[in-house]
Nanobody
Framework: QVRLVESGGGLVQTGGSLRLSCAAS????????VGWFRQAPGKEREFVAH????????NYAESVKGRFTISRDNAKNTVYLQMNSLKPEDTAVYYC????????????WGQGTQVTVSS
């Protein structure tokens, strides 16, 4: 089991940047694929990005590709999401999640952090 805590959200203007952090506790964190997801009010949760155990394999939703960068520091048990060129449509609660199954079934979730982008 792992415990995940997101931080770094806030209010920014269009074109601004934020860096989200996902701090993890628990054994074998470095073995897990970790993903970022987001959910806006009244909308379904959507995939944003994920990163594998070594950090050498990443994937992004088309809507954020070229603007967001996911990375991890296993020595610090932390995964980051650098968000640049933010748009109002990026406004959502952002969650990180760990896949402890090995089959992209994210079974451990953080509480979320709010990101608001003003026009």
């Amino acid at each position: 089991q792992v415990r995940l805590v997101e931080s770094g959200g806030g209010l920014v203007q269009t074109g601004g940047s934020l860096r989200l952090s996902c701090a993890a506790s628990g054994r074998a964190f470095s073995s897990y694929t970790v993903g970022w997801f987001r959910q806006a009010p009244g909308k379904e949760r959507e995939f944003v990005a994920h990163i594998n155990w070594s950090g050498g394999n990443t994937n992004y939703a088309e809507s954020v590709k070229g603007r967001f960068t996911i990375s991890r520091d296993n020595a610090k048990n932390t995964v980051y999401l650098q968000m640049n060129s933010l748009k109002p449509e990026d406004t959502a609660v952002y969650y990180c999640a760990a896949d402890t199954t090995g089959f992209y079934q994210y079974d451990q979730w953080g509480q979320g952090t709010q990101v608001t982008v003003s026009s």
